[in-house]
């Protein structure tokens, strides 16, 4: 089951540079495992943004929160869920 | 190159159904040629909207605009473009 | 797995009562056969607007699409759907 | 009397995090008790957010603004009430 | 149990003036009898706007929801419900 | 002559409790001071918000000015004034 | 006293042309008398648009209420007042 | 003297085909001397719509005006000017 | 050339109080001086806000932000600028 | 490939002004430097904001945002890109 997942990220000014980055590490770590499982079908960059427009492929609203929840930076996210179905032009 | 694409149909209430179901008809061959060709990369409906997400793959702007504004159903649509890249996490 | 789904009523000025009135009587049937299945769980009617707050209840974003899409008055309507799931703090 | 609340929380980044599980604790006994009553008569999550909808049952206006003025996290969130009814359709 | 109802006018420019007329003239004496009831306790206009903003004091949603949906002029309005309660500094 | 004044309180979160609560009691003096002389004619809490919604009687637009800016909260809300005057069908 | 009045006008595409411009005429007309007598104290054209900024300087709200919805343009406006008084550094 | 303008075109799905074309046809020609006498400076079409952003290099706020709403397509167009001047880091 | 200038302040609530007073009190100044030169026309307090709405009459885009940009209280300010220029209406 | 940037700067007020005085003037040669070569093809100055409409001529979305992102002032920014291309009435 697909859903468009755009994520806006918005890191304090005042967090400690090490401490984002290691946010940061954690995060890219997290979202490669989601990525290679196949429930994390596509992350693309929005150009001249810190956003994400990503492609979630799971079996359940529930399984969705649980993932996004866990994301490291979820604290500083803005994140919006669009549930996606089949078209019926696509080929 | 990358581009994500929402489409918002509105299509007018007075529109006599006959030339509406030939717009849609001849939207659809357009979309699935394209689709064929790779550059409508994907195509996914909103949940409970007459309206679409879509990622294109071209060479430029000026061939998206092209494609987009040979829609058939161009003149009755909200299109928003958002322009992607590779993000730095993707596998 | 659940929805919250707000439809937004709009009926052109210009369509004869009659036809109205029909399409109405359709969609309070077709409302009522979903109700009695339990897939569309709850619906309440918004104070003071020609609008509904609904909780559906379906297996997949797919067959949402499918109910929606479905409604008499969708052609009138807007229609935004909520994914949901459970809360850490329901009983 | 129903009522639809939609509750958008947002801790401040810098609460020691001891002090916030402390309010989240208070929070959801509060909520549990709330529920336990019939008053909370829903509550669910919004998929990838921090933000809860809920389907309160009281007594009045008065009431409402009661309960949800004692929550412990109401000076972190932005809370939006919709007065309901009965639907005409609803079986 | 006090609610506030901001209610916008867009009759549509293409209704007969001697519609519109009658349609407001009923809509007039449907307010007055509401005031003299004390349900309706208080209209003002806007400066500059077709609108009002109400105050309107009834037992439930259910009964504000039947007075605002039997205005004649339910159909061409935006109306907005604010549910209010006492003030904890009010005299 | 008479204006509608939403009021919405954000009082910062690092701000000491006691001086807060000082604040607030020398608003509830002042708000009941001018409730009394009649100027602050109706005061309403917003359900579930710290927000209230108020009716002013005063003799010009420089007077209203002069009370609203006077407010011990002033600087920590966000003020809507609406121009206000009699309605067609206020009986 | 004075207000700012925004006032966007927006005639329908479908209003002949000859009753467009006698209305246009009335609304010349009408509003130069409120100019000389000082009521409407600047009229001033927004750039690019069919629209003007005005301030106007009057006895009360009810009296600028009487004067805008007096307008010939009325039911084709979007009408925005703004209280306003002296500012503190004013000369 | 510089301005940013966006020009978005809704041209009303009644309008004949010939007189839609008659006009386009006008808002060319209209454009072309605008741009060969410089002070149409930039045109670029937005990507998926039917919009255009414009720069302008024009001798004051007056002038702008007398060009804009002289376009044969300014009835059926959303105009937003946008006030420019050097930037400090230009070179 | 005229300009409908909007200024919305927003002082940080942990600015020392004398620091704020000193940047006020050069802030009037500097307005008033403005003011005598006939540059800043009008400005006029916003009713219940810490804002004002002011006409400036400049030689050029390049002199009005030159002015603005000079304000003391310009870091903690959202300004609006909307270019205008003769009424056809005025008199 | 040409794009329309609009950037918004707003730096953390608690900055100290030696650091953010360092960030402008890295900036600023970062920002002629692409000026020179001819990817950062216009810049301007939105009068009366800290914000610039920019004009970028690129080979790639991939590129944009690698110079975007690489701005010393990006994690300050908020950032706003539209794809253009040419227009059919450009001379």
Not at 39 to 56: D, T
Not at 67 to 76: A, I, N, R, T, W
Request: aromatic content about 10%; glycine content about 4%; proline content about 5%.
């Amino acid at each position: 089951m697909l859903y468009m997942v755009e994520m806006d990220v918005n890191i304090p000014h005042d967090m400690p540079e090490e401490v984002a980055n290691e946010i940061k590490k954690t995060e890219k770590a997290y979202s490669q495992e989601l990525q290679r499982s196949g429930k994390w079908a596509y992350i693309w960059r929005v150009v001249g943004e810190y956003k994400n427009v990503s492609i979630f492929d799971v079996e359940s609203n529930e399984e969705l929160h649980t993932l996004l929840s866990g994301l490291p930076l979820f604290p500083y996210m803005d994140i919006k869920v669009t549930a996606l179905c089949r078209h019926p032009s696509a080929i």
